[in-house]
């Protein structure tokens, strides 16, 4: 068993996640992706106003930061680093924390943003498949009119006759 020199001094070792923390983030990002294409696929039942707020009120909940500090071994120093809000809030309410009201704060934040951002996609969205029915109504309209032996809007006045090929 090696022991360290009594004279020489402490050398400090980093955090054993603290070398992996954007790793740690980036599967986070993935395995929220995977959960929100879940929830949005398993509210199918929901019309989609409802389905796209929900989604994106949940993604907001899941993305938004915040910071935490937890005690470390030795008296008085303390361990400060960033989590997604509920986590902090959660494990805030569980352990009777101050931290709670913050990071429960910025998940209420958090999801408002999501919802207000998945209302904004579905009102564009909206607008798209109003403009698509609309070209089609048109189309519809014109081949109803050509049907009908009056001229249609790109006509000249003549019959045409069709051809093959």
Do not use: C
């Amino acid at each position: 068993m090696h022991q360290a020199d009594p004279g020489a001094p402490e050398r400090e070792e980093p955090m054993l996640i603290s070398d992996s923390m954007s790793l740690l983030w980036m599967i986070y990002a993935a395995l929220s992706l995977v959960v929100l294409l879940t929830g949005y696929l398993g509210l199918a039942f929901l019309p989609r106003l409802p389905r796209i707020v929900l989604t994106w009120a949940v993604a907001g909940v899941m993305w938004v930061p915040a910071t935490f500090e937890l005690p470390l071994v030795e008296e008085g120093q303390v361990y400060a680093g960033k989590a997604p809000a509920i986590m902090v809030a959660a494990v805030a309410w569980f352990e009777h924390d101050a931290q709670f009201a913050g990071a429960a704060a910025l998940a209420v934040v958090g999801a408002g943003i999501g919802a207000l951002f998945g209302l904004v996609l579905w009102w564009f969205g909206r607008q798209r498949i109003q403009r698509k029915a609309a070209a089609v109504r048109r189309q519809a309209q014109r081949d109803q009119d050509d049907d009908n032996g009056r001229p249609g809007a790109s006509d000249d006045g003549q019959r045409r006759e069709p051809v093959l090929g």
